[in-house]
């Protein structure tokens, strides 16, 4: 089984969002063949609490357009150095450059495969 079509439209919206707020290292991962949970994270990383916080509302706000709510949302708070938005087909982290490097989610994640986020 692979992501399914809508959630990588999703995983694309919600990295074109990011990008649209200058987050650097976009990626998509399909973690559908290890999780039931969801079919794709995306992971984006920004230089400064405030980045990472329009990173967020960037993402939601565009996901929203496409008619997805996040079912939850987590992190952030005062220090805002890692989100994590549910949308249920997706889920979207956006990390401080400092937690993404230490967490190294694409390590944990390296059997999966990565989804082109240009749509080609």
Known sequence: MTATARAIDLARAAAAAAEDKLATSVVAIDVSEQL????????????????????????????????????????????GRWVLIDFGDIVVHVLHEDEREFYALERLWRDCPTIDLTGQ
């Open 36 to 79: 039931a949970l969801t079919d794709v994270f995306v992971v984006a990383s920004g230089e400064t609490e405030r980045q990472v916080s329009a990173v967020v509302d960037a993402v939601e706000d565009r996901l929203r357009e496409l008619g997805s709510k996040p079912i939850r949302r987590e992190g952030g708070g005062r220090e």
